[in-house]
């Protein structure tokens, strides 16, 4: 009975000192949001004219480079942040995205994903989680969310927050949306493709 007591104890010690190590680097992060921890900036409005870009990343583990300007001549583009790779909620919607991929690219649509968090494990994050369907980008400092104002702070560390954008091969934003609920993310995308699809043909 004692021993027992004593390694339970000893169980919640060791689980308080690794979420505070984790949530110290800022990659506590869960589909759950932390009351009063958490500080998201408004994102581009819908209308709005969608900044140009270029980053590394990688596809199914490869790396690439990815223009923003050269996708949209293809049609348009999914471009998704979130906060970090192979976190719970971010893991999720990276699934949901990866079933959904073929779909997208029925209507014409390049799905890709952007963060700020881990950039060193984007690679993997392709390959693993968005099982080689779609690229993910690294976007060190966060200065490409800052440019479509998807940045989000926990304390003191800055990270992108989970928004999404479908943006038309004119650059105009069709939908601007941000929600904790990752899975939320690929119903909307999807409408707004899908609407985009019909119009055009």
């Given at each position: 009975m004692?021993?027992?007591?004593?390694?339970n104890k000893v169980m919640r010690a060791v689980m308080r000192q690794s979420c505070a190590a984790v949530a110290a680097i800022g990659l506590c992060i869960s589909a759950v949001p932390f009351v009063g921890a958490h500080s998201a900036h408004a994102?581009?409005?819908?209308?709005?004219?969608?900044?140009?870009?270029?980053l590394q990343?990688?596809?199914?583990?490869?790396?690439?480079t990815f223009s923003l300007k050269d996708a949209l001549k293809?049609?348009?583009?999914?471009?998704?942040?979130?906060?970090?790779?192979?976190?719970?909620g971010c893991t999720l919607e990276a699934h949901?995205?990866?079933?959904?991929t073929d779909t997208f690219t029925k209507?014409?649509?390049?799905v890709v994903g952007v963060t700020a968090g881990n950039v060193d494990r984007v690679a993997d994050f392709s390959k693993d989680e968005c099982r080689n369907k779609f690229a993910v980008l690294a976007d060190?400092?966060?200065?490409?969310?800052?440019?479509?104002k998807s940045l989000s702070t926990q304390g003191t560390f800055l990270h992108s927050d989970r928004t999404?954008?479908?943006?038309?091969?004119?650059g105009q934003i069709l939908l601007s949306y941000t929600s904790q609920d990752p899975e939320t993310h690929v119903t909307k995308t999807l409408d707004a493709v899908t609407a985009w699809h019909a119009k055009v043909h």
């Open positions: 004692v021993k027992s007591m004593m390694k994102a581009l409005a819908e209308g709005a004219a969608a900044p140009d870009f270029t990343g990688a596809l199914g583990g490869k790396p690439l293809k049609g348009p583009v999914v471009l998704y942040f979130f906060p970090a790779a192979f976190t719970q949901a995205l990866a079933e959904a209507q014409g649509a390049t060190p400092g966060a200065k490409v969310a800052g440019l479509y999404s954008y479908v943006i038309a091969p004119d």
